[in-house]
């Protein structure tokens, strides 16, 4: 609840919860699909949603985080070996799979992570899988293999973020590195994600962390009263020109007539 915005994401998972709290250790299908584009939170929401569940008792609050290296093997039967050890790490909690369009790829190995993981899903039905991918890849994840499809309980989607929800994440993630955002920088900051916010890989709250990161840079190397942990529209204006300076630098890098 304290995670701004995804409303529908809460309620969707708010029910996913009540299934589960009636279905644990039977056979049932108790597995996500969390599909979004980039920094709309589905990492940190699959951890809220580990501790959420251990506080209410419906699972141990287990977290473990498994990329594809940490699944796919570097031989013919390591793969299956990696995902028992990783099921037998998380059981009876959360695993969370992110940049799971891993799995589409046409490989043994990886058609052979497939087949394991719907065979430790089926084994280990205290634990639950969340896979995590951008929307474009999740209808093809869900007709990558019947067995997996079949054992995904929800598709969860995450709505990109509005500017006033990117404004509100701002000020919280300014307020955990001991610093307030003045009120007057707001609209330069939604004038800035309007910018960007067409680039195919916009990155939602990660761009609002970049920018961040870059405004308190320029703080520090202002010379003012360090007492007063404000950062205000001087900051924002030299930060959001240092990055468009540097998008600008980097696009222009390369060969040219």
Known sequence: DSMIGLDGVKSLLVRFMAAKKVT???????????????????????????????????????????????????????????IRKIFEKAEGGVLFIDEASFLLEDDKFVQEAVIELVRYMELYPQTTVIFATYPEEAEKLLHRDSGLSSRIYKVIPFETYNNEEMWEIARVMAKRMGFEIEE?????????????????DFGNAREVRKLLQAVVEEYGLMERDMKKKELN????????????????????FGFRI
Not at 61 to 76: N, Q
Not at 185 to 198: F, N, P, S, T, W
Not at 240 to 246: A, E, G, S, T, W
């Open 233 to 252: 529209e001087q900051c924002f204006e030299k930060a959001i020109k240092f990055l468009n300076q540097k998008e600008s630098s980097q696009n222009s």
């Open 24 to 82: 644990t250790g039977k056979k049932a299908s108790q597995h996500l699909l969390f599909a979004g584009k980039p920094g709309t939170g589905k990492s940190c929401m699959a951890r809220a949603i580990a501790k959420t569940m251990g506080r209410k008792g419906i699972s141990n609050g287990k977290f473990v985080d498994a990329s594809r290296s940490e699944l796919i093997g570097k031989y013919v039967g390591h793969t299956a070996v990696q």
């Open 184 to 200: 007057e920088c707001k609209e330069m900051l939604e004038q800035y994600l309007d910018k960007i916010r067409e680039q195919k």
